[in-house]
């Protein structure tokens, strides 16, 4: 039988931490049948494809898992079938042993903050961009201090003026959640999110001074005090020790779900008697906003729909053509019209356990 035979050299790069690198040379020497000598080329282009898939990991995770790539490279010469459902099935557990930081891909945003050139004065390499994987959930002022720190060497005074970011020359409000800014001015296709940071001329008419995470934190219990009030009559909160209310808060800033959620669940429980009245704001394309007292349930007993919720914030629009004319959108989703509001409350309000919709006429 006529045989081939092949000699692989590989380098094996293993990032040991995010600092450390070390590359490992090593040498196969193959003898393969000619008749499969077809498939072997077939699996070892796989095998190449495979190594971007390996780089794209790397990129993201700064390591790779040494099983990873061995039991790939012993599949690299069987059928090409097999190597790629085996591929597959290692892809898949790759991920779920890495589900923490996949799961942060999943519900972030990215954002490229970039600087406004007027206000800079000490010339750098590229100093005019920084990107940032930040949490719909979260506010700007709690994930951009690293931001801040960064571009500030380039100013020429030790004590900048307040930051501020804008989209298009419009401000972003920080007491907004990330979420809502970007459900309400971007769009997939402007991703990655491109922002620009001020250190200057802060406009006082628009936005509120956050000169600290202590005023984040009063806004955000102050808004979850009015969630309560509104769903509980203030039973719940009031019921809540002050180490509740702190883990609540911890929770949110440290971006740790289960540390929140293990207290906000009792802000979120309906019960028989469900929510006296659902915490929202509904935001205009203009910015502004609609609040409004509603009821999960009318007084005929019937259960509420978005349809309502959108009707009575907006009256002047026609309750047919409205469902042709408004895009209503929360969590990055748009909801459809017949979606019960009690549902939408439980299942997709914010931290601050308000509902945030986005009305786009």
């Not at 010469?77 to 597959?88: A, H, T």
Request: glycine content about 4%.
């Amino acid at each position: 039988m006529v045989s081939a035979s092949i000699t692989i050299s590989v380098s094996i790069t293993l990032n040991v931490s995010f600092y450390i690198t070390a590359s490992i040379p090593a040498s196969i020497t193959v003898s393969i049948p000619a008749s499969f000598t077809a498939s072997i080329f077939a699996s070892i282009t796989v095998f190449l494809s495979a190594s971007i898939i390996v780089s794209i990991f790397a990129s993201i995770t700064k390591f790779i898992h040494l099983g990873f790539f061995f039991f790939s490279l012993s599949f690299c010469f069987s059928s090409p079938c097999l190597f790629l459902q085996s591929l597959f099935n290692i892809c898949c557990e790759y991920i779920r042993c890495n589900k923490p930081r996949f799961k942060l891909l999943r519900f972030g945003l990215v954002k490229v903050i970039k600087f406004h050139t007027h206000e800079i004065v000490n010339e750098q390499p590229d100093p005019y961009y920084y990107y940032l994987l930040v949490p719909r959930l979260s506010y700007f002022p709690l994930v951009t201090d690293k931001v801040q720190k960064y571009f500030q060497k380039f100013l020429d005074t030790e004590k900048p003026g307040e930051f501020w970011l804008e989209f298009d020359g419009q401000p972003l409000k920080w007491h907004y959640p990330v979420g809502v800014l970007f459900d309400l001015y971007g769009s997939e296709e402007s991703l990655p999110w491109k922002l620009t940071i001020h250190f200057q001329n802060f406009p006082e008419e628009e936005l509120l001074h956050c000169p600290n995470k202590e005023v984040v934190e009063s806004h955000f219990m102050s808004m979850v005090k009015e969630a309560d009030a509104l769903k509980h009559r203030s039973l719940v909160i009031n019921g809540m020790q002050k180490k509740d209310h702190k883990q609540l808060w911890l929770g949110l800033l440290n971006d740790k779900f289960d540390q929140f959620w293990s207290v906000n669940r009792k802000l979120m429980e309906s019960g028989e008697e469900k929510f006296k009245y659902i915490p929202y704001k509904a935001y205009m394309s203009d910015g502004s906003y609609n609040q409004q007292l509603f009821k999960p349930v009318d007084e005929n007993g019937t259960v509420q729909v978005l349809a309502d919720l959108i009707r009575q914030t907006l009256p002047e629009l026609d309750a047919e053509e409205s469902k042709s004319k408004v895009q209503v959108i929360t969590q990055g989703i748009e909801v459809p019209w017949e979606t019960p509001i009690l549902w939408l409350c439980e299942h997709l309000s914010y931290p601050d356990n308000f509902l945030h919709i986005c009305v786009h006429q």
